[in-house]
């Protein structure tokens, strides 16, 4: 089976229009006579080719987009084991940074959560991860911006919130958590004492009627 499959780029037509190299080795003493070269182009058009060398060269239109490659080697009518490997012509993708948590005026449980990434091709979607205090991940949500608003439930969990790039080779680190949502321990007590009068022609007399403790926890 080939192996080692890499990509090299040899031209910059335009900022984002390449020419790229691809290799491979295959560490066999039967070598196939052919390889067959299979590629999806960024519109989703699969490209088939064949050489007899190691290494095949291509037009690739998108720098940002990773080259999907199915690769085998071909002797007569027998074919190999295929290598199947997505390729980036950029670095990995960065963890988002410098994520803000900002309060949605008039709503008391919802806030906009924003961020940046310096990656040379940004992620196409990103997961927004919430974590109690503990570290597990309680929920996640996925976006193409670089923003959402999170709307929490009425559970009043302490949250942390973290960002994570997303594309067709993988995810990113994980941005710094940041603190999204502390519960407050507040208390109210408030006591209600209702007195009754009761009157003789001399004397008037006072009895509690009721007492209600009203606490509420917040």
């Known amino acids: 089976m080939p192996q080692d499959l890499t990509a090299r780029i040899v031209q910059n037509i335009t900022e984002a229009y390449l020419v790229v190299t691809l290799s491979w080795t295959y ?3 039967c070598k ?7 590629y999806v182009a960024p519109d989703g058009t699969s490209i088939t080719e064949t050489t007899v060398n190691n290494q095949v060269t291509i037009h690739w239109a998108e720098k940002c987009h990773p080259i999907s490659v199915r690769l085998q080697g071909q002797n007569g009518d027998s074919i190999g084991p295929a290598l199947e490997k997505t390729v980036n012509l950029v670095s990995a993708l960065k963890a988002p940074n410098s994520v803000k948590v900002i309060p949605v005026s008039g709503e008391s449980r919802a806030y906009t959560i924003v961020w940046l990434d310096d990656s040379e091709c940004r992620a196409p979607n990103y997961e927004v991860r919430l974590y109690n205090t503990q570290g597990q991940m309680v929920k996640k949500q996925e976006t193409d911006r670089q923003n959402m608003i999170i709307n929490l439930d009425d ?10 790039g997303v ?7 994980e941005s710094s958590r940041v603190e999204l949502f502390r519960r407050m321990r507040k208390c109210k007590l408030a006591v209600r004492v209702e007195l009754i009068n009761q009157c003789t022609n001399f004397a008037c007399f006072h009895r ?3 007492i209600l403790l009203l606490i509420t926890v917040v």
Request: aromatic share 6%.
């Open 167 to 173: 594309n067709k080779a993988g995810e990113s680190p």
């Open 27 to 29: 560490d066999s003493p």
């Open 208 to 210: 509690h009627a009721g």
């Open 32 to 38: 196939p006579v052919t390889y067959v070269f299979i």
């Open 155 to 164: 559970s009043c969990e302490s949250l942390d919130v973290g960002i994570v």
